[in-house]
Structure formats: structure tokens, C-alpha cells
């Protein structure tokens, strides 16, 4: 009766879910809200120690017999995350987080050392852009000198807590894909990218080992006593959380699109080798299953829908009453959404804006509308290059917090012009780190299943949740995202003009 743990350091909170594969129940499931350092420079960081303290508290809300009864335990972490660790393993600095856009001149300067966006693509698979992991060495060089002396190892964030638990310092393909130095076509560090990064240090001495996604290690006995847990229990390799968001939503086999609606916003499916633009229209990252993982990844999603409920005093939970008697369009509102700066399309200073207010159209529910349907416009935008570059697909396969909503079930049918369907085990991530715990616990035993068998028996999609397009509706979102690439094209444009140097 052994259970099996996926824990899912996310950026608003930390997941936990037990699940039993035999009854497949989950039996557990537990969460602790984090909070954020918000900088007007656009930096966004959390202490790693927040992260650990969330577990434990997770932990200690599990009830003693079901502690007792874990073998194994998986870690899906918010991805791109640079936590500075000295030598004797402490934490150095505030982890600089995915969604922190003050990194924009690292990035330039990282690019430009590497031969441009393309130069990048070339030795990588991957250009440099804002939030990814190689821009925040040299921010970390010139912002925190003392750190970055005294740096003997770089951890993404579900490394960090991996090393919590075991002891053990280690990276898996997925998330390292997501620092910009791996080159995701032949899955070894770039030289030439670590240089471009840093001339004067060998990064590579920094970066713990790849392994594969199937291996794992035992947890520290102290920090088993510390949780509850047996002695022995395995520690999964783990991943970045659109990579154990794959696994949890069936997504380890070509054909069907994943698509996250959290605080990011995520697209992604799985192939079973390298998928790199050549223009770098989407992420062209590995998977933790040992394949790829084509993703397309926007900074605000439910950051917008959270804030106008914020502003207008409801909570997001109740999004679909105060919109029900809106219309798809919002009564002719478009938001640009970008109230983080944001990554696709590459705006990392961009702001959010309002467009086509009226004396009849500024309603609470238009502008939650207005919200809900720039978030999904701004995937549907990046959703356009995978399929420009021939990927199809023929279903799509809803996680994350907005998932919960009917609303925006419906809306990401009718805009994308899919079926979609919410996995039966809706943490998508945390769910999936526990099948890779699964998996890799199977592996350590001298058997078990591969990660698509675990997938196909237990991952199933809950059929109340089924929304499938609707023609009008459909045509009318069809109209209005082209008002959406409208107002969008301009702040592209004008984001070109800014960056253009002056005679
Ligand atoms: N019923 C709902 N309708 C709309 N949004 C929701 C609903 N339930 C949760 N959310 C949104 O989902 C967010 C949490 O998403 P989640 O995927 O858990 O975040 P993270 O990206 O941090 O892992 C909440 O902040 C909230 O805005
Ligand atoms: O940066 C990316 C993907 O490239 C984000 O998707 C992060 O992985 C954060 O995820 P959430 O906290 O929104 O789940």
C-alpha cells in the first residue's frame, strides 16, 4: 500500500499530493501559499527557505499513517529559478524567479557575446530571453559581488529542495533545458554559451550532474525523521513543472497539447526529438521523461484574471458568475494582459493596456472577460508559430488554477477550436512528479513500467470537464483576436522603435 508523493514548488504556492496507485487515489492532498519580492525594476525573487518551510508545513498536514506509507517522492519546480549555493551547501542570495524581467541587459549582453538570437539558437536550440536562468549569473556578478565570489554551485528551484531532501546535487534534462546553456539538441552544456555567459569563470564546475530522468536517491535520514517519513524512501530526479505537468496531464507521447493556465501561462507537447526554431517562435526545452518538450510559455495568465477580481473586489473563484452575462469579445474591451512584462511575444518591459472602453462596455464582468481573453489570445499567439511550423494537434489537455474555471474551459475550446479536457487530477504538476516517483521507484527496484505504460493507467480525464468548440462562438473570438494581433503588433512596433538607436 505504498504511496507515492508529488510536491510542486509553484510560484503563488507549494503543492503536495499523496497518491496510492493501487486504489489510484489520491489521498492526500495539501497546500501552503508563498509569498513574492516585487521590485519596480521588474525583479521578482522568494527564499529557497520559504520553499522548504512550505513542505514541511505540507508534511505535517499529512496524517502519520500515511507518512509512514511513502516510498517515494517526486519534485516539480517553478522553472528557470537561480539559487546561488556556497560551497558548504548554504543558500546565498534570494532565488531570482522565472517571471524577474531585470535581467534584460544580461540577456542582451549574453546574446551578443554568442552571435545574436541566432548565434544562440545554434549552439543551444534556445535564445536568451528574459526570466531564463544564464542572465541572472552576471546580474548576480554586478548587483551581488559578494555572492557571486563566494558562488560553488548554481540550483534551480526543485534542484534546491531535491538537495534538501537527499543531500545529493543533481540536474535533469528538463529543467536544465530552461537555463539557455544546454544544448537541447545533443543534451550537453554549451561551452560556447557558459562563455558567452561568463568569460572569465568555467560555469561548468558550477552546474551539478545530469542524470537521466528515471534515476533517484534516497532522502537524508535526518530529514526523513524531521517529515515523518520512512528511512529509504527514494527522491525522484524531478523536473520543471510544465515538465511534470506533461507526465500528470498523459502528455508523454505526440499528438496532444498540454496547456497550463497558473500564474504563467504554458503550451507544450511532447516530442520524441529536438524541436528547435530556427526564429525561436516557442522554447525548444527537453522533457523529464528523456524526450522533448516544444513549450510556449507567457508571464501572465492568471496574474491578469487575479487582478482585475482583486481590483474589482471579488475573488477569482466567482470569475464565471460576474462574467456570465458577457458576450465572447467583452463588449469590444482588449487587453494586452502584460502587467509582469512578458515573454512571448519577447516584451520584457512591456505594460498592460486597455483598449476600446466605451460608456456602455466598462463593466466588472467585460473587463474580467477582457482579461480572461487576452491571457488566452497571448498563448493562441504563440500557439500560431508551433502550428506555422507544421506541429498539429487534436486535443487539448487543461491544468492548472484557471482550468477550475467552466468559463475558461469553454474559451480555450472556442479560441483554439480544440476539445479540451481537464485530467481527473487537475494539479498537473504535483501529479505528475508523483508518477515520475512512481516510475523511477519502479526502476530502482529492478522493474516497473515506462512512463507511458504509468501514464496511460493513470492518468484519466474527468468527462463533466469536456468542453468542445462552439461555432459562433468560435467566429466571434476569431474576429476578436485579430483586434487583439492588432493593438499587440503595435506595441510590438513601438517596442522596435524604442530599442532602435538613435542617429
Ligand atoms: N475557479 C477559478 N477561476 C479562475 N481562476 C482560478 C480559479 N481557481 C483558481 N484560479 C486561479 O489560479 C491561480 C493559481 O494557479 P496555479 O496553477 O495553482 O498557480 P501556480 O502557477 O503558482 O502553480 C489562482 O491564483 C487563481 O487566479
Ligand atoms: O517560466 C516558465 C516556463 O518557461 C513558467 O511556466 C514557470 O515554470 C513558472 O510556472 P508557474 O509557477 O506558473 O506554475
Redesign the pocket.
Known amino acids: 500500500m505504498s504511496l507515492f508523493v508529488g510536491l510542486?514548488v509553484?510560484?503563488?504556492?507549494v503543492k503536495l499530493i499523496a497518491y496510492d496507485p493501487q486504489a489510484r487515489k489520491v489521498v492526500a492532498t495539501h497546500g501552503q501559499v508563498l509569498e513574492l519580492i516585487a521590485g519596480d525594476d521588474g525583479s521578482r525573487e522568494q527564499h529557497a527557505r520559504w520553499w522548504i518551510d512550505a513542505i514541511r508545513a505540507c508534511f505535517a498536514r499529512m496524517e502519520p499513517a500515511q507518512r509512514a506509507r511513502v516510498s517515494a517522492i517526486g519534485v516539480s519546480g517553478q522553472q528557470h529559478g537561480f539559487v546561488p549555493v556556497d560551497a558548504a551547501g548554504d543558500v546565498l542570495a534570494p532565488a531570482k524567479l522565472w517571471c524577474d524581467t531585470s535581467t534584460t541587459v544580461e540577456c542582451d549582453e549574453i546574446m551578443a557575446a554568442a552571435g545574436g538570437a541566432k548565434g544562440c539558437i545554434a549552439l543551444a536550440g534556445n535564445p536568451i530571453l528574459a526570466g531564463y536562468t544564464a542572465s541572472k549569473l552576471p546580474w548576480t556578478r554586478k548587483h551581488r559581488p559578494e555572492v557571486y565570489s563566494r558562488l560553488a554551485a548554481i540550483m534551480l528551484p526543485h534542484d534546491y529542495v531535491n538537495f534538501w531532501l537527499t543531500g545529493e546535487r543533481w540536474m535533469e534534462y528538463g529543467d536544465a533545458s530552461g537555463t539557455g546553456w544546454l544544448d537541447v539538441r545533443t543534451r550537453r552544456w554549451s561551452s560556447r554559451m557558459l562563455a558567452a555567459t561568463d568569460a572569465q569563470r568555467d560555469l561548468s564546475a558550477l552546474l551539478p550532474p545530469l542524470v537521466e530522468a528515471d534515476a533517484s536517491f534516497t532522502i537524508a535520514a535526518n530529514i526523513a525523521e524531521a517529515l515523518g517519513l520512512p528511512h529509504g524512501v527514494r527522491v525522484s530526479a524531478g523536473g520543471g513543472d510544465n515538465m511534470m505537468a506533461a507526465v500528470g496531464t498523459g502528455n508523454v507521447a505526440s499528438g496532444v497539447l498540454s496547456m497550463?493556465l497558473?500564474?504563467?501561462g504554458t503550451l507544450f507537447a511532447h516530442a520524441d526529438h529536438p524541436v528547435v526554431d530556427e526564429a525561436g517562435g516557442w522554447a525548444a526545452f527537453c522533457s523529464s521523461t528523456g524526450g522533448w518538450l516544444p513549450l510556449i510559455c507567457t508571464m501572465n495568465c492568471?496574474v491578469a484574471?487575479?487582478s482585475v477580481a482583486r481590483m474589482f473586489g471579488f475573488s477569482?473563484?466567482d470569475?464565471?458568475a460576474v462574467m456570465a452575462d458577457t458576450a465572447p469579445g467583452a463588449g469590444g474591451l482588449v487587453m494586452l494582459p502584460f502587467l509582469n512584462g512578458e515573454r512571448t511575444p519577447d516584451l520584457p518591459h512591456a505594460r498592460g493596456s486597455l483598449h476600446g472602453m466605451d460608456s456602455t462596455n466598462l463593466t466588472r464582468g467585460n473587463v474580467y472577460r477582457a482579461a480572461m481573453e487576452g491571457a488566452t489570445y497571448a498563448l493562441r499567439y504563440g500557439y500560431d508559430a508551433l502550428t506555422a511550423a507544421g506541429l498539429q494537434f487534436d486535443a487539448i489537455r487543461l491544468t492548472?488554477?484557471?482550468s477550475?474555471?467552466a468559463a475558461?474551459r469553454q474559451m480555450v475550446a472556442d479560441v483554439f477550436e480544440l476539445p479540451v479536457a481537464v485530467p481527473e487530477q487537475s494539479e498537473g504538476a504535483a501529479f505528475g512528479a508523483a508518477l515520475q516517483a512512481l516510475w523511477s521507484h519502479g526502476r530502482a527496484n529492478g522493474g516497473g513500467d515506462d512512463i507511458a505504460t504509468i501514464a496511460r493507467e493513470h492518468v484519466g480525464t474527468d468527462a463533466a470537464s469536456v468542453a468542445r468548440p462552439d461555432g459562433n462562438a468560435a467566429s466571434a473570438y476569431r474576429s476578436h483576436y485579430r483586434q487583439f494581433r492588432r493593438h499587440l503588433d503595435a506595441a510590438m512596433q513601438s517596442h522596435a522603435n524604442s530599442n532602435t538607436p538613435k542617429p
Open positions: 510542486d509553484g510560484t503563488q504556492s497550463s497558473g500564474t504563467s492568471t484574471t487575479e477569482s473563484r470569475g464565471d492548472g488554477g484557471g477550475q474555471s475558461w
